[in-house]
């Protein structure tokens, strides 16, 4: 009997609802007339004020009212504050059987035994709370917060129409303008009426649409059981139905629809029909899709994609632009490009540059480089792009990132290859022109004092010949000596120089060689002095060794000045090597030539044409050297002399 009652009270609202139009009528029928004929004698409607955030108590029976629809010391709660707060704050109604224990129960004029408390919402908007408090405890059931509950929902949704129109006679004007579909179906599903928007929108007439069962137009998406027999409607339809369907056009073309369906009750409590409302949604569908799309080339591209809002923060970004600076995606939400500068001066400067650059084209393109989260810098390129809202309006830049490392590497590696073919090309053109000219002078020696004597120039004198024969000499020697470095150091350069490496003293070597270089000394009026301080072996090739020596001590004689001195010999510098080496009193070698002198083709003082040789000398020395597990080095003051030496692993006995 109670459901009855609840029923026909339910029902009779529903009805009465169409008709109120205005707020304050509504909210005091429903306190007056709905809540009276369910025996309540207590019922407040209070209103939610979004502004201040509070709810408000407008209308009442019971206690709090006094007289001419007017209320006692109406309340203002603010959201979340006592048990009308609270369910203000979380929109779920509240039934209290013992108010006695409750301490959310604001005082008010007398405190109750036990209440009922449910928001009046719509669509998730909160529009005010009705409540009914009795003096009894435990004196409300289930059954009154379930039809407190059904009266608040439709109220909501009163109050959700009566804020969309403004206008009289409410249902017959605004569905016949709006472009929502509006049907009117009976029990078995066959449209009774429906408004203007289904000619416009389906392509039906109206005598058409009449004529069919509204289950012959709606198909339900694949995320909802199909709708395809009308047997089924009754079941379909008998309930609050919410859900996007599929409805068929006049010329058979789906399109996406948002349906509202609610159903029609008699009075007798039977299924009489329902009333559906649809909203073309195809343009929302398209969008769905375009984001989609958007999201899979946004997370799929090889480049960092990074959204800045108009304050230059970021809003967005993609999992490469996240890899690439080293955060997460909520990490870099609100940051801006300032904090992956690698050099902020710099960072400023390009940041002028692309915003004039957007301003004046809308886009930039530039390179810079950032920083990592864990420190390391690397390049980029960057390209940004302005984008809007629907009005044209700036909304914030698109940034695409790629890290240019690997490609900043591989120019690198090719300007590297570029510089050294350059340089190999110089060299190949220095060595010409430069064996051309040490080539050249002693074979014309040759030629030229060959053909004199050959001419009979000086044939009688047995000094002059004698002389012309030395020079021929000297210059075949100077030659084979040219020759014979170039093939060393082209032997060097591939690997096939061969070392047969035995315990050796460095004296035998300067000992064995000491008339070449008292020869060598002489042409120079050049004094020289041995020091021996070690009697320590080395572990070398011995004439790798001697070879490396004459090399040395040819220099130093080459170099040195008129009756100047060179000191040979060798000692100890630990216990594991020794030091050989040769110190003149020459010219010594400039500080811009130090840092090339082992270098192929060069020479300390290559300015000086009279002295003969094509810079190969010394590079052989550090090669021969390095190759047999020593050190070659040097020290000199120029203007006042050199010192080379190169060291070497003692041999021990064992």
């Known amino acids: ?92 109604a509240t039934l209290v059987n013992d108010m006695s224990d409750n301490d959310l129960y604001m005082d008010d004029l007398k405190k109750p035994g036990s209440g009922l408390y449910v928001p009046i919402c719509h669509n998730g908007i909160l529009y005010g709370i009705i409540d009914s408090e009795h003096e009894n405890v435990d004196y409300f059931t289930q059954g009154d917060l379930q039809i407190f509950t059904e009266i608040a929902n439709l109220m909501g949704a009163k109050f959700a129409q009566i804020a969309l129109i403004e206008t009289e006679n409410l249902q017959s004007k605004i569905i016949e303008t709006i472009q929502d579909i509006v049907i009117l179906c009976d029990g078995e599903g066959r449209i009774r009426y429906a408004n203007e928007a289904i000619q416009n929108v389906t392509g039906y007439s109206y005598d058409e649409f009449l004529s069919m069962n509204i289950l012959d137009l709606i198909i339900c998406d694949e995320s909802q059981k199909p709708i395809n027999q009308k047997t089924e409607f009754s079941q379909w339809a008998n309930k609050h139905w919410n859900g996007r369907v599929l409805l068929k056009h006049h010329d058979d073309d789906l399109h996406h629809y948002d349906l509202l369906s609610t159903p029609q009750i008699g009075k007798d409590g039977k299924f009489q029909g329902s009333i559906s409302v649809l909203r073309n949604v195809d343009h929302v569908i398209k969008n769905e899709c375009e984001q989609k799309l958007h999201a899979i080339v946004f997370e799929n591209v090889n480049d960092g994609i990074v959204m800045f809002d108009i304050n230059a923060k970021i809003i967005d970004s993609n999992h490469n632009a996240q890899k690439m600076m080293g955060y997460s995606h909520e990490e870099m939400m609100g940051m801006t490009s300032m904090e992956f500068a690698a050099n902020k001066e710099d960072w400023k400067q390009k940041q002028l540059d692309a915003f004039s650059s957007i301003a004046a084209t809308g886009k930039y393109i530039g390179e810079g480089r950032a920083k990592h989260v864990d420190g390391n810098e690397f390049p980029f390129e960057i ?42 090309n110089a060299e190949k053109s220095k060595f010409l022109a430069t064996m051309s000219h040490e ?60 070392y047969m490496l035995e315990p050796v003293w460095p004296s035998d070597i300067f000992k064995k060689n000491l008339p070449i270089i008292r020869q060598l000394a002489e042409k120079g009026s050049i004094k020289f002095n041995g020091i021996k301080k070690t009697d320590k072996k080395v572990f070398v090739d011995r004439a790798r060794l001697e070879q490396i020596l004459l090399n040395l001590i040819t220099n130093a004689v080459k170099y040195n000045k008129p009756n100047g001195m060179i000191e040979f010999g060798c000692y100890d510098i630990d216990d594991d090597h020794l030091r050989i080496y040769i110190k003149d009193s020459g010219v010594g070698i400039p500080k811009d030539k130090e840092g090339l002198l082992f270098a192929p083709f060069e020479r300390s003082n290559n300015h000086n044409p009279d002295i003969a040789g094509i810079g190969l000398g010394l590079s052989i020395c550090k090669n021969l050297t390095e190759a047999m597990d020593g050190t070659i080095g040097f020290e000199s003051e120029y203007g006042v002399g050199s010192t080379f030496w190169v060291d070497f692993p003692v041999f021990k006995e064992t």
């Open 1 to 92: 009997m109670k459901t009855k009652k609840y029923l026909n009270v339910l029902h009779s609202f529903t009805l009465h609802l169409i008709g109120l139009m205005d707020i304050e009528e509504l909210i005091w029928y429903v306190t007056e007339e709905v809540a009276g004929k369910l025996g309540y004698h207590d019922c407040v409607v209070s209103l939610y004020d979004a502004q201040r955030e509070v709810i408000v108590q407008k209308v009442a029976i019971g206690p709090k009212y006094s007289h001419d629809r007017q209320i006692k010391n109406p309340l203002e709660t603010p959201i979340g504050s006592n048990i009308v707060g609270m369910v203000a704050l979380t929109k779920t």
């Open 439 to 498: 080539i050249r002078t002693p074979l014309n020696a040759v030629i030229g004092f060959a053909e004199a004597l050959e001419m009979g120039v000086g044939a009688d004198n047995a000094e002059s010949r004698n002389e012309s024969l030395r020079i021929i000499a000297d210059a075949g020697r100077m030659l084979n000596n040219l020759i014979s470095d170039i093939l060393d150091f082209s032997k060097l350069e591939m690997g096939r120089v061969d």
């Open 383 to 424: 390209s940004m792009t302005l984008y809007h809202d629907k009005n044209n309006m700036p909304l914030g830049t698109v940034a695409v990132m790629r890290d240019v490392t690997e490609q900043k590497i591989q120019l690198a590696k090719l300007q590297a290859a570029k510089n050294d073919a350059e340089a190999a």
